[in-house]
Each structure stands twice: as C-alpha cells, then as structure tokens.
C-alpha cells in the first residue's frame, strides 16, 4: 500500500497547474523547485523583481516556470496577481500560500508589539491567504468539475497552536489561518475542492533566521525535505479526487 501510495504521489503532479506565494527563498524556493522536478506547470509570487527574475531565469530550462511579482499582504495587488496566475498557466490546479511575515522582528511581547506590525502579519498571514484563495476559487471550481483535483495548501505552524512568548503577531495570524483552512475545508470539500494545513517544522529559512539569529541550524530541518513531504501530501490528495470514486462521495480531508 505505501508504494502504492508512492507512485500516485510521484504522477499526480505531472501536467498540474500551481501557484505558490513567497516563491524565493526558503521553503517556497524549495517548493518551487520540487513542483518543476514533478512535472508541474508553476507561477509563484515574490516582491522583489530581481529575485523573481533570477529564480525563473535559474529553474526556466527544467520545465514550465512564471515569476509574478507582487505583495499578497496589499489588497490592491490581489487581483492582478490572480489574473497574471491564470493567464500564464491556464487554469490553477493547486494553490500554496506559503508567504508569510513575522510581525516584529526582533520579536516582541505582544504588549510591547506596535499596532502596524500586528496589522502587517495578518495582511500577510490570513487576509492575504484568504483574498488570493478567494478570488482564484472559481478557477479552482473549475478544476474540481474537470476531475483534475483542487487543493489549497495553507503553511501552518507549531506557533498556530501553542502560546509561545515573543511570537504573539505571527502565532496569532497562523492560528486563524489554521481556522480558516478547516472552515473551508468543511464549506468545500464537497465541491472537490480540498483545503489542507500543515505545519512543516523548524526548518533552516531566512524567516527563522530572523527570528532567531541563534538557533543551531544543523538541529533544523532542510527545506528542500519539508518542500518534499508537503508536495507529497499534496500529490496524494490529487490522486484521491482524481479516482473514480471520489465523484461518487466526497472524502472528509483531514488537516494536519
């Protein structure tokens, strides 16, 4: 069973359409990079034009890759960032939120956290998230009805769940973006659409880095290994909507 289980993972993503915010460095790079070496058509989304030009230039000659450039956390960049995702791919198959900001940095008590960089994690952690899922369902919908499978993968983290000191603006924002995901797992699974959470783990990013400048990095986890592992959750989710009886009763998906 677990070959099995393997092999849909490795096929599923041959020919998927995928878009992933915060595609430059750290996890969504990796992300990026494993999608390509799958098969996958991808557009990801970064801030900086250079960094988005350097990474479709580097990845542009292993398969089909678009750079956009924009900041999901601005709700005037939303939709234009929607369109360039459809126009250049054709559709959307798979959407990963993974951008994400910390807030404060260095990070703060919540009482001593000023009110803009709390703003600045939720625009970037849960509205950001919830806009661009928003305004690409229907596209999603339509992959749904097509039988090529529809996941939205939110990066979730242990911070979601448990009150670590320091860390309030960005495990408040990851917290309701873990509630966000189950909720619409509920309202659309049975459209076919499937919303996944998950927390990756501590991994050896730029974004850890910046929260803490101290921390072994030989005790964190590569991201090019949690990039594996997620795709490979999102691969198997595909295989299950794609199979014959996923049309016949929709699958209650868990979120991890």
Known sequence: METTNRNAASLALKGTRIAITGG???LGLALVRECIARGAAVAFIARTRDRVERVAEEIRSRGNIHGIVGDIARKDDIHSLALQILGTLGGLDVLINNASSLGATPLALLADTECEDFEGALAANVLGPFRLTKTLLGALAASARERRG???LNISSDAATN???GWGAYGAS???LHQMSRIWNEELGEDGIRFLSVDPGDM??????????DADRAALKRPEMAARELVDKIALAL???RSPRASDQAESASVA
């Open 174 to 176: 990851k917290a309701a």
């Open 204 to 213: 050896d990013t730029p974004l850890h880095a910046l929260a803490l400048p």
């Open 239 to 241: 295989a299950s909507l």
């Open 150 to 152: 529809s996941v939205v």
């Open 24 to 26: 430059t460095s750290g």
């Open 163 to 165: 009150p670590y000191a």
